[in-house]
Structure formats: C-alpha cells, structure tokens
C-alpha cells in the first residue's frame, strides 16, 4: 500500500468525520459534537495528532530507521 495514498485517504476520513460531528451537532443539539472541529482543522491543514500519538503514520518510516540500526 503505498504510504502516501493513505495519507490523503487519512486527510479526507478526518474532513468528512469532521463536518458530519459539527452538522450533528447542529441537527442535535448536542454541544459535544462541536468537538468535530478538531479533525476538520487537522484534515484541512493536514496534521494528524493521532498519529503522532499512536505512531500509525509514522510505521514505514520507523520501519526504514530500524533496519538501519540492524
């Protein structure tokens, strides 16, 4: 698979998850779902704080240091 796809694959799931948390949260009116701004912003400027977190995006690069190392 190659990296690069998944990442903008990444970047559109964050946008539309996003939209549909705030357009939730407008038809609910529940205020938690205005919690859908955070992916919508990351997915616009493209940074994925979970990522960084679980390190997913970052797995073919670490692969690439580790062998490295070997």
Partial sequence: M?????KS?????????GL???IAGINTGIYW???G????IA???????TCIVTSKCDLPQT???N????
């Fill in 9 to 17: 694959f990444c970047r559109v799931v964050r946008i539309i998850a």
């Fill in 43 to 49: 997915g616009l400027v493209n940074f994925c704080p």
């Fill in 33 to 35: 779902f205005y919690l």
């Fill in 67 to 70: 062998n490295e190392s070997n």
């Fill in 20 to 22: 549909a948390f705030i």
């Fill in 63 to 65: 692969t690439e240091k």
């Fill in 2 to 6: 190659d990296f690069n796809k998944f």
């Fill in 37 to 40: 701004v955070i992916p919508f």
